[in-house]
């Protein structure tokens, strides 16, 4: 049974938005900060955004002041709002626990382009 399930990515134009949703276990969910990683075709899986069980948070430079992590511990979901999509945001997206990994799920297509 997966315990990460990404969801909300598609095909956007440049300047557009989506947000990203990341479903885990309620058994781990709480307790553990979580982040969103990214993956490009031949390019290595990059950290973008992580928040700590109390909620703060980080991010990547190439993603401040555009993306915002959230989380909804009452929901067990973990979010990522993407505003001013450029094309190099293209990428699979994937989200994971960030003190240990666990079996990364299927990700979700992001792609940016006219």
């Known amino acids: 049974q997966a315990q990460l399930v990404e969801s909300g990515g598609g095909l956007v134009q440049p300047g557009g938005s989506l947000r990203l949703s990341c479903a885990a276990s309620?058994?781990?969910?709480?307790?553990?900060?979580m982040g969103w990683f990214r993956q490009a075709p031949g390019k290595q899986r990059d950290l973008v955004a992580t928040?700590?069980?109390?909620?703060?948070?980080n991010y990547a430079d190439s993603v401040k002041g555009r993306f915002t992590i959230s989380r909804d511990n009452a929901k067990n979901t973990v979010y990522l709002q993407m505003n001013s999509l450029k094309p190099e945001d293209t990428a699979v997206y994937y989200c994971?626990?960030?003190?240990?990994?666990?079996?990364w799920g299927q990700g979700t297509q992001v792609t940016v382009s006219s």
């Open positions: 994971n626990l960030l003190k240990r990994l666990i079996d």
């Open positions: 309620g058994t781990i969910f709480s307790i553990n900060a």
């Open positions: 928040i700590t069980s109390g909620g703060s948070t």
